[in-house]
Structures are given as structure tokens and as C-alpha cells.
């Protein structure tokens, strides 16, 4: 069985920085890509970066040069460095299995950023 568990969000203010951790366990991490996504308030599901299983990362317009997705495969775990945050960062981050951009079926319970101005 699929578990991801996010942790690592809280309370920011604009311009500063979290990092996010995401927990896999139920599956064969190292043979998936994994990709971040959020949702703000009121919002649907918004892809932000991702890695491939390798660990190649890539990102969306909106977290190029800012955030920074890695993974260690050793400890099953995918991480987001999220730096320079701005207010509409605010949402619930997810991880989810598999490297799509559009099908986030497989994601954990998420984590809440919250960066105030």
C-alpha cells in the first residue's frame, strides 16, 4: 500500500525559507519519479517540481530559480527547498507518486505553508 507522509511546513513571512520532506514507504521509491504539487485556498491541484527517479529535478514557471526539488533514495525520501517565498506560495503541499504534471491520484495528507507579508 501506497503511504506518503509530508512534513517540514509552518509559518513563514515573505522571503523566507522551508523545506519540505515527503515520507514514501508501499512501493518501489527508487524506481518512480515523484513530483510536489499544493493547493491553495479555494484552488485546485497546481504542479510545482518534481524529480525523476534518478533524480533529474524539474519545475514549473512558478518555482524555477526559487525552489529546489532532490530525493535521497536510500532513505525513500523526496525533498522541496522552498526559498524566497512570496504570499501565493500559501497552500497545502502534497507529494505525489509518479513523475506525471497532471495526475496526482497517489498523494499524501500534505503539509500547510502559510507566508504572510
Known amino acids: 500500500q501506497v503511504q506518503l507522509v509530508e512534513s517540514g511546513g509552518g509559518l513563514v513571512h515573505t522571503g523566507g525559507s522551508l523545506r519540505l520532506s515527503c515520507a514514501a514507504s508501499g512501493f518501489d521509491f527508487g524506481s518512480y519519479g515523484m513530483v510536489w504539487v499544493r493547493q491553495a485556498p479555494g484552488k485546485g491541484l497546481e504542479w510545482v517540481a518534481g524529480?525523476?527517479?534518478?533524480?533529474?529535478?524539474f519545475y514549473s514557471t512558478s518555482a524555477k530559480g526559487r525552489f529546489t526539488a532532490s530525493r535521497d533514495n536510500s532513505k525513500n525520501k523526496l525533498y522541496l527547498d522552498m526559498t524566497n517565498l512570496r504570499p501565493e506560495d500559501t497552500a497545502v503541499y502534497f507529494c505525489?507518486?509518479?513523475?506525471?504534471?497532471?495526475?496526482?491520484?497517489?498523494r499524501g495528507q500534505g503539509t500547510q505553508v502559510t507566508v504572510t507579508s
Open positions: 524529480t525523476t527517479a534518478g533524480g533529474d529535478a
Open positions: 505525489s507518486k509518479g513523475a506525471s504534471t497532471a495526475d496526482f491520484t497517489e
